[in-house]
């Protein structure tokens, strides 16, 4: 098999599985969601990265009314995009506070510099 043949078939093949989401799939992936979006709000995602929260909270609110409309493909779908918003949103608040306690590190490693070059010390 070429791998252009071998590409168009794996395509097909996830195409197809891609497209074939019933109710409990679509009841876990909004499952997933939902804790993924927990999880981001604790990690104060709220403040630290708003942006990525709402699109969260917008994909999973989403994923919830296509539940609601039995559109199964539609609900785990968003149900994923809304995974990767709050794991993106949990990242940036992890790093936002590894930045500011860097900040802070750096600030006390400066003071104690000062202090020691001071005469008399």
């Not at 019933?22 to 927990?38: E, F, H, P, S």
């Amino acid at each position: 098999m070429t791998k252009i043949s071998l590409l168009v078939l794996l395509a097909a093949i996830w195409s197809t599985a891609a497209f074939a989401a019933n109710k409990n799939d679509a009841q876990t992936a909004i499952g997933q969601a939902q804790a993924a979006v927990q999880s981001a709000e604790s990690a104060d995602a709220i403040t630290a990265a708003t942006n990525e929260m709402r699109a969260a909270q917008d994909n999973l609110a989403a994923a919830l009314g296509a539940s609601e409309r039995r559109n199964w493909d539609a609900s785990v779908l968003n149900a994923q995009k809304a995974v990767a918003d709050a794991n993106l949103a949990t990242a940036r608040a992890r790093q936002q506070r590894a930045t500011s306690a860097t900040n802070e590190i750096e600030a006390s490693l400066e003071t104690l510099r000062r202090e020691t070059a001071q005469p008399g010390n």
